[in-house]
Nanobody
């Protein structure tokens, strides 16, 4: 069973930065596709960024140029560096892991990920 625990959320003003972390079970980073999703009130959960087990990264259009996904296999930790934050980035952010296609993520689709953390809240004020 994969366990994922997010941290790093908080309140920040527009234009600010936050770094989210996701502590994963041992070897998860090496064997699974890992991703970040977010869900704003009243909206569906949407993909933000993902990283394959080999380190290949992919981003949603809303995240390109502002967010960076990375991982530290030795620490079993996934990160999301978020810069130039906007009020529309306000959401609960979830860490996810999947092995549907081995360590390949495929599309940023909720159904491609089997394991989820509890989420960390990000609030961006204008």
């Amino acid at each position: 069973q994969v366990q994922l625990v997010e941290s790093g959320g908080g309140s920040v003003q527009a234009g600010g930065s936050l770094r989210l972390s996701c502590a994963a079970s041992a070897y998860t980073n090496r064997r699974y596709c890992m991703g970040w999703f977010r869900q704003a009130p009243g909206k569906e959960r949407e993909g933000v960024a993902a990283i394959d087990s080999d380190g290949t990264k992919r981003y949603a259009d809303s995240a390109k140029g502002r967010f960076t996904i990375s991982k530290d296999n030795a620490k079993n930790t996934l990160y999301l560096q978020m810069n130039s934050l906007k009020p529309e980035d306000t959401a609960m952010y979830y860490c996810a892991a999947g092995q549907k296609y081995g360590g390949f993520c495929g599309a940023l689709f909720v159904g491609n990920f089997e394991f989820w953390g509890q989420g960390t809240l990000v609030t961006v004020s204008s």
